[in-house]
């Protein structure tokens, strides 16, 4: 093997390894979870997303904040997302939902994976005055 073919092997395992690397940390994936409470204001404290994986006690925690440009996800609703979350939590806390997002978990870094979005029922995602709570009946 030439001196040229070596140096392109190694340019192209470079690339290889470096393009796993980023699909990797963002990369898309999905999470089968049980939401079970939100955190922050979204100012001073980031959003939070607290799970348990689905029919278990391991808990893992989503960042939810907007992605903007890099990676490219255009993500601008983090509250949206997080009442979204908030609606889930209080009116299906038992329901397994899916979150989409991107990134890993990783403790000692203090790195989260960031939800961009909530598959969940339609039930879930309803706020209780649409679901007929608290209707006045007219008496006339």
Do not use: H
Request: charged fraction near 20%; proline fraction near 6%.
């Amino acid at each position: 093997m030439t001196r040229a073919n070596k140096w392109k092997v190694g340019l192209g395992l470079v690339v290889v390894v470096v393009l796993a690397g980023v699909w990797v940390r963002w990369g898309p994936d999905s999470w089968e979870v049980q939401i079970t409470g939100t955190t922050g204001d979204g100012r001073d404290v980031q959003y939070r997303i607290e799970t348990v994986y689905a029919g278990t006690s391991d808990t893992l925690i989503f960042k939810n904040m907007d992605a903007g440009f890099v990676p490219p996800y255009f993500k601008f609703d983090s509250a949206d997302l997080q009442s979204v979350a908030s609606r889930v939590t209080r009116e299906c806390p038992e329901v397994a939902v899916t979150v989409n997002g991107y990134g890993l978990r990783i403790p000692f870094l203090s790195m989260f994976p960031n939800a961009t979005s909530i598959d969940a029922p339609e039930r879930c995602r309803r706020a209780p005055s649409d679901q007929g709570e608290g209707e006045v009946t007219g008496s006339s």
